[in-house]
């Protein structure tokens, strides 16, 4: 896709320099884990092992037994592994720690003794036979991604023109299987590796398996695996790919937040004066937006500190922001926090016409989907029916990812999350008073949604809501601008089924910070 924004590919040499804290580049860094690593008595190589095969705080709680193997796979490095390990089991947040707690028979590997180490000839025989634990990687799996991603499909049909792969097609099929992944922020186990190795095998005649995984060989004196797949997803710095270094925009809002969570006493009293000005009064306007700016990092206190889904406190304390004009006040707190910009509505035509001419070539196979696109050629619509239409397309081009909870949204689902096309007025009503009562019922929060009244040859009005917001906006792509400037404002979540969406606009259009982990 031409209009997709470049990432930098970043390599990382996996070699014995590895355990050097020296080789550590200063922006790869990471303090808490440096902190936590330290705070366990543990080797600085530890730490520097860790980062360098991209491990962060939130990696190494999921980490387990195939995991160390994989990371700690230098025999000399077997000490630091099982001290490691050690300090796992003992950690809550670890899954090694749960699964110790509850089932100690259900692990393939057995605890680690607190006062004893095996010995070494032990742990040299172990290293040398290198067995693989069983994996749950299926031909269904690597069907499924590949028929899922771009690049696999692009993969599958330049096979089923040439029956041959070429060296840019392999990667392809290598970053298809990585970045599955990455993307459900999941470790790739060698085993895993292995089978996936071995289906790519099958599935393309010609291809060896050793081309995409070849484990490491104690008697050959190959220390490390290669391959495409496990270079792809090993030798790279992860957080970079996930995200770029900070940027500007970043460090002047983490600059804000250690601003608003070390307010002194009599600046706090300062503040709260206005607060509650504002809670009281809705005008004159210029004197709100005045006190809004100036209260700025006490609101931002509030926020770090809110603990309630429907950010019921934030908004009692602030309650302007539920106003029917209170998205010009997260306007003001984005602005101020992020910085100004107009890229999403100077860039969308543009965009716009180049996403609809990609779909109109790559003959997409949703049935709803391919309807949509023909009232868009054949009928008289409106702009906001056009932008509507571009955003339902959107998922059958790009097809919606697992929950959290591992079910699998439908392209329907992602394209009612993102707008919500009623008929009349009534049906708006009816519809978010239907979705309140289900995420209450279900004490879950009710994500930001656009609802648009009318057709598309006519759309009357739009509005975007919340469980406790609502706005009436007057147009499509003014609703897309509030809804990321409520995730970033007050972190209202995306809806998850059309998640790909909002990073996607988010990154490339807004081009302002977002966790797309």
Not at 115 to 133: D, G, I, M, Y
Not at 177 to 201: H, T
Not at 341 to 356: G, Y
Not at 452 to 464: Q, W
């Amino acid at each position: 896709m031409n209009f997709l924004p470049k990432v930098e590919n970043v390599s990382v040499i996996v070699n014995d320099t590895l355990a050097d804290y020296e080789n550590i580049d200063e922006g790869d860094h990471d303090p808490e884990l440096q902190n936590l690593v330290e705070e366990w008595n543990l080797c600085p190589s530890v730490y520097a092992i860790l980062i360098q095969h991209g491990y962060s705080v939130q990696y190494l709680k999921m980490m387990d037994d195939r995991s160390l193997d994989d990371v700690f796979s230098v025999v000399k490095w077997t000490g630091h592994k099982y001290a490691l390990r050690q300090k796992l089991v003992l950690w809550p947040e670890s899954v090694l720690f749960q699964s110790a707690s509850t089932s100690s028979t259900s692990r393939n590997a057995p605890a680690v003794d607190s006062t004893e180490f095996p010995a070494t000839s032990t742990v040299q025989s172990s290293s040398l036979k290198h067995r693989l634990l069983p994996t749950s990687v299926t031909s269904e799996l690597l069907n499924d991604i590949l028929n899922r991603n771009e690049k696999g499909k692009i993969v599958v049909n330049f096979f089923g023109k040439h029956q041959c792969l070429d060296s840019s097609h392999r990667k392809f099929l290598a970053h298809t299987i990585v970045d599955y992944y990455i993307a459900n922020d999941m470790y790739f186990p060698l085993p895993d590796m292995a089978k996936f190795a071995q289906l790519i095998a099958d599935r393309f005649s010609m291809e060896l398996a050793e081309t995409y995984y070849n484990p490491r060989d104690a008697k050959a004196e190959k220390k490390h695996p290669s391959g495409l797949i496990y270079d792809r997803f090993h030798n790279r710095n992860k957080k970079r790919l996930v995200r770029a270094k900070s940027s500007e925009t970043e460090n002047t809002y983490c600059k804000e937040k250690s601003i608003a969570l070390s307010l002194p006493e009599d600046e706090i009293t300062k503040l709260s004066t206005l607060k509650n000005w504002l809670r009281n009064n809705f005008a004159p306007t210029d004197e709100v937006q005045a006190k809004w700016k100036e209260s700025m990092p006490l609101r931002l206190r509030a926020i770090i500190d809110e603990v309630d889904i429907e950010k019921c406190n934030v908004l009692s304390e602030w309650p302007r922001i539920t106003d029917e004009t209170g998205y010009l006040l997260i306007d003001s707190d984005f602005d101020h926090l992020f910085g100004k910009s107009d890229k999403l509505f100077n860039d969308w035509e543009e965009f716009s016409e180049n996403f609809l001419n990609y779909v109109r070539i790559n003959n997409i196979k949703d049935e709803r989907s391919r309807k949509l696109m023909h009232i868009l050629e054949e009928s008289t619509i409106c702009q906001g029916g056009r932008d509507v239409i571009l955003c339902f397309v959107f998922h059958a081009l790009i097809k919606p990812t697992r929950r959290a909870n591992g079910k699998l949204p439908t392209i329907l689902e992602a394209q009612l999350d993102v707008c919500y096309l009623c008929d009349t007025y009534d049906e708006y009503i009816e519809a978010i008073q239907t979705t309140r009562q289900e995420c209450a019922t279900a004490k879950i929060q009710v994500a930001p949604r656009i609802y648009a009244v009318g057709s598309f040859e006519n759309i009357e009005e739009f509005y975007v809501a919340t469980g406790k917001i609502e706005y009436r906006l007057p147009s499509f792509l003014r609703c897309l601008d509030v809804i990321i400037k409520l995730k970033h404002v007050l972190d209202y979540p995306f809806p998850e089924s059309c998640e790909i969406l909002w990073c996607f606009i988010t990154s490339y259009l807004e081009a302002h910070r977002v966790d797309l982990q």
